[in-house]
Each structure stands twice: as structure tokens, then as C-alpha cells.
């Protein structure tokens, strides 16, 4: 990792993102200059000064400044998992107050980083941090996808236990936040609704996505990179799952295979839609040959479907960023 203010690529994320992290040493092995910089830490830490046109903050060693991007020519911006919306963790005064230092810190770091966006229009943003922002929302994600041609199983949002449409009869329920995290040791895990659970009228205030539950012969896990499209096929021998980040990994075979050319055209219209310079997505392909949507992400990993042997995703994702540096 590259400390010199001409860093070719600047990546953005969380101290516990191990796909950046070996994205990094995988641009360094390529010739490719570049700074790691993990946005989340203790209010304590961080020194900031900032005016319009010019920023700099450090943590330790760690510089992030608005003169290294704009050197830059490449930023990777991957918040994920909520983080985007509280990076700086406060400890001082009461509850209220620690709040408040947060909201205050999280509205500086964005704002700072879309300052830059506005400003350095040469860089290559992936994705912005003007889109990252509206690009969270699961229910968004997927209820617009019908616009560019991408098929998504029957899915409906109701505090009254109201159904989607099912030619099964079977449903799963998932979060709607891209943060599925309930507290430091529970995880809302795409589940499978029981015959209990929907036979019966039920009330909740917590709005959840209920979706039409498909019995699938695999999954594809596609990535769309500036214009770039990689995709991964993903079978498991595990019955009855519903949540393939759950079943055991020794159960797990991951291939790279040729994109569909359907579905190559019609991610890549869904990015230039949402202005997504990268996304994630997530198909279960049926017996009759349908790739149905399940999930999408702007900030969707790869660790799970890679092997330190094997960095299939981290390679790909590398040499594309190489590819556009070297324009």
C-alpha cells in the first residue's frame, strides 16, 4: 500500500473489510499505486480540518486528504452494512450527546467526500457517495428492477401478515436495510416462513420483506464493474436452505461461468439506471432455465465466494481497475 500523495486508486471502507484489503496488495502487486483508508474510528482519534475546496484527515499515520484524491484516479467508496451512517464511534458524554457527535461526524465525512465528488470530476467514483447514500435500500433495489428487464419473484412489505403472490406457497422473509444486524450476536438472516407463520393473521411493527420462496438447481452471484461483468455459479448439496451465506462451506462449490448474455444487458442497464459504477447481484437459476433476483447490492463482498488459493473475485475486480487507471 502506497503512502505518496500520487496514489493511482484510493480505497474508502471499514477497518473489517477484508475484500479491500486484499484488493489492495492485489493493485500493489499489479504496479498500481494506492491508499487504504478505513473511514470508522474513535472520535478521539481523528484530526480534521477542513474549508471549502480543501480537507485533510488523519488517524495516526493515516492521511486522507482532499489533495490525494484529487492525484487520485480511481476512489473506491465501499461503506456496507450501515456503516455509512454512523463511521465515527464517540465516547464522551451522555447517551444524547454521544448521538449528537455522531450525527455530526457522519454528516462531515460524507459531506466531505461528496464536496470531492462535485469537485474532481476526472475521478472514477465506485460507486459515488452521492449514490451510495439513495443505493441502500433493499426495497428500491429490488422493486425497480422490472424497469431493465430482470425478473424478481413476487415479494410484498405489510405490518399485517399480508402474502405476495406464490406459485409455491412457501415464502422467506428478509431484512430491508442492507444492515441486517439486530444487536452485537443476532443477524436477520433470510429465514423460510413456516405454515404457522402465514396461515394465521399476525401484526408486527417492524416492516419486513416477504418474498415468494423458489426451489433453485443453483445460484449466480453476478458483479458488474465498470461495465465489466463476472459471474459466479454457486451450487450446495445442503437441502432446504435459505440463506447460502449460512450453510456450511464445506457444502459449497463456486465456479466461474460465462455470463448469460440476457442478464449481462440487463445489469448493466440496471447500473447506468442507478448509477452504479459497481454492484452485486444475486439470481437463483430454476429448473425450467429462469435466473429469478433475490438480492442486489452496491456494496456487495466476496470473501464467501473466494479462496486464499482462489481470489477469483479480488483478481477480476483488480485487473478492472487496473484496466481503467491505464487509460
Known amino acids: 500500500m502506497s503512502r505518496s500523495v500520487d496514489d493511482a486508486a484510493v480505497l474508502i471502507t471499514n477497518s473489517h473489510d477484508q475484500d479491500m484489503a486484499d484488493l489492495s496488495q492485489a493493485l500493489t502487486r499489479r504496479g498500481v499505486p494506492n491508499l487504504l483508508w478505513s473511514f470508522d474510528a474513535r472520535d478521539e482519534e481523528l484530526v480534521v480540518d477542513a474549508a471549502p ?22 476512489v473506491v467508496h465501499r461503506s456496507g452494512l450501515g456503516q455509512q451512517l454512523c463511521p465515527v464511534v464517540t465516547i464522551q458524554g451522555s447517551r444524547r450527546e454521544r448521538e449528537f457527535a455522531g450525527r455530526e461526524w457522519s454528516s462531515l465525512i460524507h459531506g466531505l467526500l461528496i464536496e470531492a465528488e462535485y469537485r474532481h470530476e476526472h475521478l472514477t467514483w465506485v460507486n459515488r457517495p452521492s449514490t451510495g447514500l439513495v443505493a441502500a435500500k433493499k426495497y428500491q433495489l429490488l422493486a425497480t428492477a422490472e ?8 415479494l410484498r412489505v405489510s405490518t399485517e401478515g399480508l402474502l405476495p403472490h ?6 422467506v422473509c428478509k431484512a430491508i436495510n442492507e444492515d441486517e444486524n439486530i444487536d452485537d450476536r443476532r443477524v436477520y438472516a433470510t429465514a423460510v ?8 393473521p399476525f401484526r408486527t411493527n417492524v416492516p419486513s420483506l416477504i418474498q415468494e420462496r423458489v426451489r433453485a438447481q443453483c445460484e449466480l452471484r453476478l458483479y458488474c464493474l465498470l461495465g ?3 459471474c459466479l455459479r454457486v451450487v450446495t448439496d445442503t ?3 435459505a440463506d447460502i451465506r449460512l450453510v456450511r462451506p464445506e457444502s459449497v462449490s463456486i465456479d466461474q461461468v460465462a455470463v448469460p448474455p440476457a442478464l449481462e444487458d440487463h445489469v448493466r442497464r440496471y447500473c447506468r439506471r442507478h448509477r452504479l459504477a459497481y454492484c452485486a447481484f ?6 425450467d ?3 429469478l433476483l433475490i438480492d442486489v447490492n452496491p456494496a456487495g463482498g466476496w470473501a464467501f465466494y473466494e479462496t486464499p488459493g482462489e481470489p477469483i473475485v479480488t483478481e477480476w475486480y483488480a485487473d478492472t481497475i487496473s484496466r481503467t487507471i491505464s487509460r
Open 166 to 171: 406464490s406459485s409455491t406457497d412457501q415464502y
Open 282 to 287: 444475486d439470481f437463483l437459476r430454476t429448473a
Open 193 to 200: 416462513l413456516d405454515d404457522e407463520d402465514v396461515s394465521a
Open 239 to 241: 437441502p432446504d436452505y
Open 228 to 230: 465489466a461483468v463476472l
Open 147 to 154: 424497469l431493465d428487464g430482470l425478473r424478481v419473484p413476487g
Open 289 to 291: 432455465g429462469q435466473d
Open 53 to 74: 475546496g480543501r480537507f485533510r484527515l488523519q488517524r495516526d499515520e493515516q492521511v486522507l486528504s482532499s489533495e490525494r484524491l484529487a492525484a487520485a484516479r480511481v
